[in-house]
């Protein structure tokens, strides 16, 4: 029984010492560098060639080779398990033990003899000295041995585990376009409304008729992806898309067009004239002489257009600026050749420079001046002096020469203060 209840004690004073457990990581030596090729998923590309009304794809997927630099290297695992209670354990007990030998060690040297000037009611005497100092002994070891055991058993549990392991570390990857192969799947053309024109792509060739179309496709899909264009097959992309909404707006003549429509359709017809050539020479001469007829009879013209809006967002809106000429914008580039984009609208930022006179002024645009033309039947009101900051929808008409000064011309669509 007295066995019994020591193995029932002892987890009781295992459980006295609360283990506190930390884990710390420290890299060891480099065993070995080596590289790891690794295959991703890569993009889908397309070639792009326009002979009107055909457009001619030739769609290519591809993956990316990865190279991954590894450098593998041991890594060391150290768990330190501490303990505050295992040092006052430990000296409570070894104190008090020894303080019970010593107690028990002098009982035997002092007299055993009952103390007589102590006497009960039963008639008994005191206890002896001896038999004092071993109730002494007996009250410091039943202190000193828990307290002991509780040190001991917290010492063992103490302590520092290592374990080592091999992790490893990318310390460089370099990606390049390889397994280039023809596409074959599901392609769609799609609108900026979001109606998709379906196709299959067949060994990587589709061929696409833009006079069978209903919708004026913005953007290409394969299998749901995007498929990525190049600079020169996004343009091109783009004069083909206009030549379908030239094809699908022929039925509308140049007089029944409103001022922004005039517009658009003279934008469309340079940008599809990049792949058909003279075969539009003549639609853009006769929009030109649309253009320069209500110019002259005062109508509301399409080179002073804001008299058919009525907010400067709503100008945004009716004539989306695709160009913005701001400080620091790369678009400025345009001004060096103005006439190559001649009814483009654009959004122009800066400053006026030297005042706006009742129909035209001049404006700063970081190191740039341009020749700012107010139309005579402007929508906007206020007064813009010197300084001012303001933002204009406006279009590209070329280059204007006043007195000894020649800029690039802007014909303003509407106009406001930019606070």
């Known amino acids: 029984m007295k066995r019994l209840g020591a193995l029932v004690l002892l987890p009781l004073l295992a459980g006295c010492t609360t283990i506190e457990s930390n884990t710390r990581i420290e890299r060891g030596p480099l065993l070995r560098t080596f590289e790891r090729p690794v295959l991703l998923e890569g993009s889908i590309t397309a070639d792009v060639r326009a002979d009107w009304p055909w457009l001619k794809l030739t769609v290519v997927s591809n993956d990316v080779c990865r190279a991954q630099q590894v450098e593998e290297y041991a890594e060391e695992h150290i768990t330190e398990r501490t303990s505050a209670a295992v040092g006052p354990a430990l000296s409570t007990g070894i104190a008090n033990v020894l303080a019970s030998a010593v107690l028990l060690g002098s009982s035997f040297i002092v007299t055993s003899t009952a103390d007589t000037k102590l006497i009960d009611a039963s008639g008994h005497y005191g206890p002896s000295t001896r038999q004092y100092l071993q109730g002494a002994s007996i009250v410091t070891l039943g202190i000193g041995l828990p307290s002991l055991v509780v040190g001991l058993i917290g010492k063992l549990r103490t302590g520092d585990d290592v374990v080592t392991k091999r992790a490893e570390q990318v310390v460089s990857q370099k990606d390049a376009r390889c397994n280039e192969r023809p596409a074959t799947g599901p392609m769609t053309l799609v609108s ?197 900051r303001v933002e204009v929808v406006a279009l590209l008409s070329g280059r204007q020469t006043l007195g000894e000064k020649t800029l690039p011309l802007l014909r303003a669509v509407w106009m406001r203060t930019a606070w």
């Open 192 to 388: 900026a409304q979001g109606v998709a024109v379906p196709f299959q792509s067949v060994d990587g060739a589709i061929d696409v008729d833009g006079t069978k179309l209903a919708v004026v496709p913005e953007a290409l899909r394969f299998a749901e992806r995007e498929v990525e264009l190049t600079e020169e097959a996004r343009a091109t992309f783009a004069a083909w898309a206009a030549c379908v909404s030239l094809e699908q707006d022929k039925a509308k003549t140049l007089e029944s067009l409103s001022e922004s429509g005039l517009l658009t359709r003279a934008e469309r017809l340079r940008e599809c004239r990049k792949i058909r050539g003279d075969a539009l020479a003549e639609p853009v001469r006769l929009i030109d002489a649309e253009l320069g007829r209500r110019r002259e009879t005062g109508s509301p013209a399409a080179w002073a257009p804001g008299t058919n809006v009525s907010s400067f967002e709503e100008a945004v809106s009716a004539y989306a600026p695709t160009l913005k000429l701001a400080v620091n914008s790369k678009d400025l580039a345009i001004l060096d050749t103005p006439e190559s984009a001649e009814g483009r609208a654009v959004l122009l930022e800066g400053l006026v420079g030297e005042g706006l006179t009742e129909n035209i002024g001049v404006i700063q645009v970081g190191e740039r001046q341009v020749f700012l033309f107010i139309p005579p039947r402007k929508s906007w009101g206020g007064t813009f002096p010197n300084g001012t």
